[in-house]
C-alpha cells in the first residue's frame, strides 16, 4: 500500500514530539477533572479515545498522495462550507456560541476540520498562482475564499477560531508573497465592512462576547477573573511546580475551564518551569520540523499546506499560552494537542497528517 | 518555483517563530522563577476573593410613582473558610452563632437533622414555610441533601449525624446542640459547591450592637464578614400586601431550575404576587468585586469590579390612594358589622372581605384589596419565625378563620347572589325569551320546580307585582329571572356568564382561581369528583371501576335500575359502598330548580371579586371584555422604558347598548331613593349605577356584596365588593362609597383631616 521509502521518510521526530505533547495533555486533563477526587476517568478515556481515533485518521491521510487530495479541492471547498451552513441551523448552543453539530454520543464542531479544509484548499488555489499576489482579481478570491468559512464562524460566535483562519491566510501570503499596498488595502476593505456585520449580522450576546475579548476588562469577573486565577497557577508553580494533582488552583476550581482553555496553567502550576518549558520546547520542535518539510516539498502546493499548518499551530500554541501567562488577552483558543477536545485533536492530526504526507513524497522522481 | 525567494521568506518564517517561543520562556522565568513565590504566597492563601455585590431589587410603585416596595441598607453576616483548620473553623462558626444568638438575631438554618429533647437526631426535610409539599418531594429532598453531602442515600439521621461530625472534624467537647450550629453552617458553606471559597450570608439586617459586637471581636472571628447589604422593604406596611406577594429563601426544587449564573442558594426570590410574577424584571443583575484580602479574609484592595445592575422597577395600575380607601373602609365597615353599629345588623364573623375596582375601558386594575392583609416586610428577610408564620397562616383553619395571606379578592370563589341577575337579565334581552319593556307577575311563591319564592315574600309575604327588567334589577325580584331562566334554558345563561368572564381565570398577572360557572357539566364534574372520594379516600372502589362509572355519569343516566344493574356487573356489593355511588351519580342530574337557583347567583355559581368588577366593566363599556392587568410599565433602573402594558381585549361581546341602557337604568335605581344601595348613595353627588347581593351560603351567614360603576353616563370605573359574612350587601355599598371618593376626590377636607389622624 505505502512505499518503503515512503515510511523511510515519515518524520518520526515530529510525531514523538506531538505524541509527548498529547500524553503530557492526557495528564493535565486528569487532573483537572479531579479523577483523584472523583475516580471517574471518563474525561481522560475520552481524550484517549480520541487520539487513537485521531491516529487512524493520521494513517489515513498519510497513505493518500496529497496532491490526489488537491485535485478534490472544490468539493472540500463545499463540503466545507456546507457544514459550517449546517451548523447554524441544526447546531446546538454551548458556552454562548453555536458551533456543535450533536453526533450521537459525540458532538463534532466543523470549524475545526473547516481550518484543515480551507489550508487544502487554499494552498491549492495558490500553487496555481504565480507570486507576488498583486492584482485585484486574486486578491478578491483570497478574499472570498477564506471570508466565507471566517464570516460563518464569526457569527457563531467564535472569534478565536474566526481569527486562526486569518492567521493561517497571513502566514501562507506571506510566504508567497504579497505586496504592503494590498495588505493595506485589506486592511481598509476589512475596516468598512465591519461595521455592516457589526450592526446588521451580530446579535447581542454575541457582540458582547467580541467586545469583551477587545477588551476583557469589560467583563472583570469573567474574562478578567480567568486572567488573574491563571498567573496565580502558573506562577505559583514556581521552579518545580506543586505535583500532580497537588495544584490548589487546579484542585480547588479556582481555575476556570481548566481542562480545555487553560489547560496550560495546569501544567504551569503542577510541573512547574520545568514542565511548562518542556512544553514549551517541544512545542517549538514541533513548529520548526513543519517548517523544514515545507522548505523541502517537491512542489508549491505542499510547501503551501505546511505553512498553512505551521501558521495554524503557531497561532493557537501563542495565543493559548499567551493568554495563560497574561501576554494577550483571553479568547477560547484551545491548545493544540493538549486542550480536551475531540474535533480539534482529530483535526490537528489531520493537519499533521498533511504535512507528514508532504514530507514523506519529497523526492521528485522515485521510480 | 523561485526557490531563492521561498527560502528567503521561510527564513524570515523561522525567525519569527523564534522571537514568539522566547516571549513565551522570558515571560514564564518572570512569573515562575522571579515572582514565583509571591504567586504561590497569593495562591496559598486564597489572598483573591470574589464579593458577590447584591443588586437591590427594582421596585414596585402605584401607578403615580408612591414607592410600594423599595430597599433599605441593611447589616448581613457572611462567612467564608479562610485559611484555618478543621477544629478552629468550628470554634469560629460557635462563637459567631452565640453572638447572633445572645443579641436575639436570627440566622440562616437550612439544617434537616434536628434534635429532640433527649438529644435524639431526626430528619425533617419539610420547610415550615411551604406546607403543601408532597411526600414525594421531600423524598427528593432528602435524596439529594445525602448525595450533595456525600451520605449514603440509605443513612438514617444517626448515620448522617455521625459522618458530617467526622467530616467536619467536630470534636466531642461541644455539646449536640452546639455540633447542630456547627453543622447548620458548615452545610450551607459546602452547598456553595465551587464557590465553596467565596463568603455564603448565615444572617440578615442584624442590629448595629450586633455589628459593634462582632467588630470588636474580629480579631477572633477570622472568616467573619459583617457586609452591607440592601434589603426588602414595604414602605406602606400592610398596603396591597397580597398584589405586592412577599419574597422568601429559595427552595432545594427551584434552586434546580434557576440559571446558577443569576441566582445563589441564599438569594430570596419572589414567591407570590407582583414580587413572583415580574422576579424576572425585579432581580436586576449582581456585581462583584475581586478583593486581596488578608489573613482574617477581610479585604486589604479591590482587584476588579463590577457593579450590581439593579432592578427594574414595575409600575403598577394600583392608585394608592384608591387601594388605601378599599382597604381602610373594609376595615372599617367589617368592624361596624361586627359591632352592630352605623345602623347594621350584627355578625360577628364579618372578617374577611375584598374589593376590586377596574378601569372599565383599559382593565386597568387601580385597587384590589384583600382584607386581612398581612405586613411583607415580615419576610423580607428571608427567614420569618415559625410564630410569626403561623399567625399569617392559621393552623387548622376553617372557612371562618381569615387566613391574611389569602388573597380573597383573586382566589376567593364564592356566590355571587344578586350581583349576578345582570347577567340573566342581559341574556334574555340578547335571546328575545323578554323584551324591555315585558312586565312578568311577581307571585311571590314562583309556580315551578320546588316552588322557590321571592326575597319580599319571604320577608315581608309581600310581592313586587308586575315588573319590568328595569325594576326587576331595581327590587332584585327573585321570580323575574326565575321566570327569565326558565325561558332561556341553563346552557345559554351558562354560556353568558361565561361571555363574561365568569368562572374562568381573567389572566391577571398574580395567583387566582377560576371559579365555576353553575352548569350540567360543573354537575357532572362535581359528580366524578365525589366518586374519585369514594376511590381515593373512602378506597371502596378502584380506578376501573370509576372510570365505569363515570362513563354513567357523562351518559346522565339517573335510572335506578340501570345504576344498580352496573354496580352488580362491577362486583360492587358492599351496601355503604352502593348507597355513596348511586346517590353521586344521580346527583348530576341537572333540575330546573338548578335553573332557577343559578339565574340569581345561588347554587353552583362561584366567582371572585375580580371577575365580579370585571363582569361589570364589560358589562357597562358596552360589552369589550379586557383582560384584567396590574403592570401598567416597567422601567430600567435608570428610567428607560422596558416594558408597557396595553389594553388588551379578550373578547368582543357585542351586547345592544339599547339592553345595557335598560340595565343600567336598574342598576342606578338601585343607589337611589328606595333602592337597596341608597343608603349609602343617597344624595351623592356623581350619579352612579350598581347593585346588592346577599348570597346565601349555608351555614353562614350570608356574604354581602355590592358591585358598581361611575359615573353613570360615561362609566370609568367598576368595583365589586364583598364582605363574607357581612349579612347584607347594602353594607358592602359603604365600601365602595368610600372607593368612588377617593377616584373622585371627594373627600371632604375636614374627613381628610380625621383620616390622616387615624393613619397616623
Known amino acids: 500500500m505505502i512505499d518503503k521509502k515512503l515510511i523511510k521518510n515519515i518524520d518520526f521526530f515530529l510525531l514523538l514530539c506531538i505524541y509527548l505533547i498529547s500524553a503530557i495533555g492526557i495528564i493535565a486533563i486528569s487532573s483537572a477533572t479531579h479523577v483523584q477526587e472523583t475516580g471517574s476517568y471518563s474525561m481522560v478515556l475520552r481524550q484517549v479515545l480520541w487520539l487513537a481515533i485521531a491516529t487512524i485518521a493520521f494513517i489515513v491521510i498519510i497513505s493518500i498522495d496529497y496532491n490526489f487530495l488537491g485535485s478534490y479541492s472544490t468539493y472540500i471547498y463545499i463540503l466545507n462550507i456546507a457544514l459550517l451552513l449546517l451548523v447554524m441551523v441544526i447546531g446546538h448552543e454551548s458556552k454562548g456560541a453555536q458551533s456543535w453539530i450533536p453526533l450521537g454520543p459525540f458532538n463534532l464542531q466543523p470549524s475545526e476540520f473547516a481550518k484543515v479544509a480551507i489550508i487544502i484548499t487554499l494552498s491549492k488555489f495558490l500553487s496555481e498562482k504565480e507570486g507576488p499576489l498583486n492584482n485585484l482579481k486574486d486578491i478578491f478570491m483570497v478574499l472570498l475564499h477564506v471570508g466565507a468559512p471566517f464570516i460563518l464562524i464569526f457569527v457563531q460566535p467564535d472569534l478565536g477560531t474566526a481569527l486562526v483562519f486569518v492567521a493561517i491566510t497571513i502566514g501562507m501570503l506571506f510566504v508567497f508573497g504579497i505586496d504592503f499596498r494590498w495588505i493595506l488595502t485589506g486592511g481598509i476593505t476589512a475596516a468598512v465592512t465591519m461595521p455592516f456585520v457589526w450592526f446588521f449580522a451580530l446579535k447581542e450576546h454575541q457582540k458582547n462576547r467580541i467586545l469583551t475579548f477587545l477588551n476583557p476588562s469589560l467583563d472583570p469577573l469573567g474574562a478578567g477573573y480567568h486572567a488573574i486565577q491563571s498567573k496565580i497557577a502558573v506562577g505559583s508553580g514556581m521552579l518545580t511546580g506543586r505535583g500532580l494533582y497537588n495544584g490548589t488552583q487546579t484542585q480547588l476550581n479556582f481555575l476556570p475551564e481548566s481542562h480545555t482553555d487553560f489547560i496550560f496553567s495546569v501544567v504551569g502550576e503542577e510541573f512547574g518551569f520545568i514542565g511548562a518549558s518542556i512544553v514549551v520546547v517541544l512545542y517549538l520542535i514541533v513548529v520548526y520540523r513543519i517548517i523544514r518539510i515545507a522548505m523541502n516539498a517537491k512542489d508549491e502546493f505542499g510547501m503551501y499546506i505546511c505553512i498553512g499548518v505551521v501558521s495554524m499551530f503557531l497561532f493557537q500554541i501563542f495565543e493559548n499560552i499567551g493568554m495563560t501567562i497574561g501576554l494577550m488577552p483571553i479568547t477560547g483558543i484551545t491548545l493544540p494537542f493538549m486542550s480536551y477536545g475531540g474535533s480539534s485533536l482529530l483535526a490537528n492530526m489531520m493537519a499533521v497528517g498533511l504535512v507528514v504526507s508532504v514530507g514523506m513524497r519529497r523526492q521528485k522522481i522515485n521510480f | ?760
Request: proline letters at 5%.
Open chain 2, 1 to 760: 518555483m523561485e526557490t531563492k525567494e521561498f527560502h528567503k521568506r521561510l527564513i524570515a518564517f523561522i525567525i519569527i517563530v523564534a522571537i514568539l517561543f522566547s516571549f513565551i520562556l522570558a515571560r514564564l522565568i518572570q512569573l515562575q522563577i522571579v515572582q514565583g513565590s509571591y504567586y504561590r504566597e497569593w495562591s496559598d492563601e486564597k489572598r483573591l476573593r470574589l464579593i458577590t455585590v447584591k443588586a437591590p431589587r427594582g421596585k414596585i410603585m402605584d401607578r403615580n410613582g408612591i414607592e410600594l416596595a423599595n430597599n433599605r441598607p441593611s447589616f448581613s453576616v457572611d462567612i467564608v473558610r479562610t485559611n484555618i483548620d478543621d477544629s478552629k473553623l468550628n470554634r469560629v462558626i460557635l462563637d459567631a452563632i452565640n453572638i447572633l444568638k445572645l443579641n436575639g438575631e436570627e440566622y440562616i438554618d437550612t439544617f434537616p437533622i434536628f434534635l429532640d429533647d433527649a438529644n435524639n437526631v431526626y430528619f425533617n426535610f419539610k420547610n415550615f414555610e411551604n406546607e403543601g409539599v408532597s411526600e414525594e418531594t421531600i423524598r427528593a429532598r432528602e435524596k439529594r441533601w445525602k448525595s450533595d453531602h456525600g451520605i449514603s442515600i440509605e443513612a438514617d439521621a444517626k448515620k448522617a449525624w455521625d459522618f458530617l461530625k467526622k467530616k467536619y472534624g467536630i470534636d466531642d467537647s461541644y455539646t449536640p446542640q452546639e455540633m447542630r450550629e456547627i453543622m447548620n453552617i458548615r452545610t450551607i458553606m459546602s452547598e456553595q459547591g465551587y464557590k465553596s471559597y467565596q463568603p455564603v450570608t448565615i444572617a440578615r439586617d442584624i442590629s448595629e450592637e450586633t455589628v459593634a459586637e462582632l467588630e470588636e471581636k474580629h480579631i477572633n472571628l477570622p472568616g467573619i464578614i459583617v457586609d452591607v447589604e440592601p434589603i426588602r422593604q414595604y414602605p406602606e406596611g400592610t398596603l396591597a400586601s397580597q398584589v405586592l406577594g412577599y419574597i422568601s429563601r429559595i427552595d432545594p426544587e427551584t434552586m434546580k431550575q434557576l440559571d446558577p449564573e443569576k441566582y445563589r442558594p441564599d438569594d430570596l426570590i419572589g414567591t407570590v404576587g407582583i414580587e413572583k410574577a415580574f422576579e424576572e424584571y425585579l432581580k436586576g443583575t449582581d456585581g462583584g468585586e475581586y478583593v486581596e484580602v488578608d489573613a482574617l479574609g477581610r479585604k486589604v484592595r479591590s482587584v476588579s469590579n463590577k457593579e450590581p445592575v439593579p432592578g427594574d422597577t414595575v409600575k403598577l395600575t394600583i392608585d394608592e390612594k384608591v387601594q388605601k380607601a378599599a382597604e381602610q373602609s373594609l376595615v372599617e365597615t367589617m368592624k361596624n358589622i361586627r359591632e352592630g353599629k352605623n345602623g347594621f345588623v350584627k355578625s360577628e364573623y364579618a372578617n374577611m372581605g375584598a374589593a376590586v375596582v377596574i378601569d372599565v375601558n383599559t382593565g386597568e386594575v387601580l385597587a384590589l384589596a384583600s382584607v386581612p392583609g398581612f405586613d411583607p416586610n415580615v419576610f423580607a428577610k428571608g427567614s420569618p419565625s415559625i410564630e410569626e408564620y403561623a399567625a399569617l397562616n392559621p393552623q387548622n383553619a376553617t372557612e371562618r378563620t381569615p387566613k391574611p395571606l389569602w388573597n380573597y379578592a383573586t382566589k376567593g370563589a364564592i356566590p355571587p347572589g344578586s350581583t349576578f341577575k345582570m347577567v340573566t337579565g342581559i341574556a334574555g334581552l340578547m335571546e328575545g325569551v323578554v323584551t324591555p319593556d315585558e312586565k312578568i307577575l311577581d307571585t311571590g311563591v314562583y309556580p315551578y320546580a320546588h316552588k322557590p319564592a321571592c326575597w319580599l315574600w319571604n320577608e315581608y309575604h309581600r310581592t313586587h307585582g308586575l315588573v319590568d327588567i328595569t325594576k326587576a334589577i331595581q327590587v332584585s325580584c327573585n321570580v323575574y329571572f326565575f321566570e327569565v331562566s326558565r325561558r332561556l334554558g341553563i346552557d345559554k345563561l351558562a354560556e353568558y356568564a361565561r361571555k363574561f368572564g365568569l368562572g374562568e381565570k381573567t389572566g391577571i398577572e398574580i395567583e387566582e382561581q377560576a371559579g365555576i360557572v353553575a352548569s350540567p357539566d360543573a354537575l357532572k364534574d362535581v359528580a366524578i369528583n365525589d366518586l374519585y372520594y369514594i376511590k381515593n379516600v373512602l378506597k371502596m372502589i378502584n380506578q376501573e371501576q370509576l372510570d365505569e362509572l363515570a362513563k354513567l355519569v357523562e351518559a346522565g343516566e339517573i335510572r335506578d335500575s340501570v345504576i344498580l344493574k352496573k354496580l352488580n356487573e362491577l362486583g360492587i356489593k358492599d351496601k355503604e359502598a352502593r348507597d355513596k355511588i348511586l346517590y353521586a351519580i344521580k346527583g348530576a342530574q341537572w333540575n330546573l330548580g338548578m335553573t332557577l337557583n343559578a339565574s340569581i347567583g345561588q347554587g353552583q355559581n362561584s366567582f371572585t371579586p375580580l371577575q365580579m368588577a370585571n363582569y361589570i366593566a364589560t358589562l357597562v363599556n358596552g360589552g369589550t371584555r379586557y383582560r384584567p392587568h396590574l403592570m401598567k410599565e416597567i422601567d430600567s433602573f435608570d428610567g428607560k422604558v422596558v416594558k408597557k402594558s396595553n389594553p388588551e381585549v379578550v373578547d368582543k361581546l357585542n351586547l345592544n347598548e339599547e339592553y345595557i341602557q335598560y340595565i343600567k337604568e336598574g342598576m342606578k335605581a338601585v343607589t337611589e331613593m328606595g333602592g337597596t344601595a341608597s343608603g349609602a348613595f343617597v344624595n351623592y353627588p356623581i350619579s352612579l349605577g350598581g347593585k346588592t347581593g346577599t348570597a346565601e351560603r349555608p351555614p353562614y351567614k350570608p356574604y354581602g356584596w355590592f358591585v358598581g360603576f361611575a359615573p353613570f353616563d360615561k362609566p370609568e370605573i367598576a368595583v365589586a365588593v364583598v364582605i363574607y359574612e357581612g349579612g347584607s350587601g347594602s353594607y358592602s355599598a359603604y365600601v365602595a362609597k368610600s372607593i368612588f371618593d377617593a377616584y373622585f376626590d371627594l373627600n371632604k377636607p375636614e374627613e381628610n383631616q380625621t383620616k390622616n389622624n387615624v393613619v397616623q
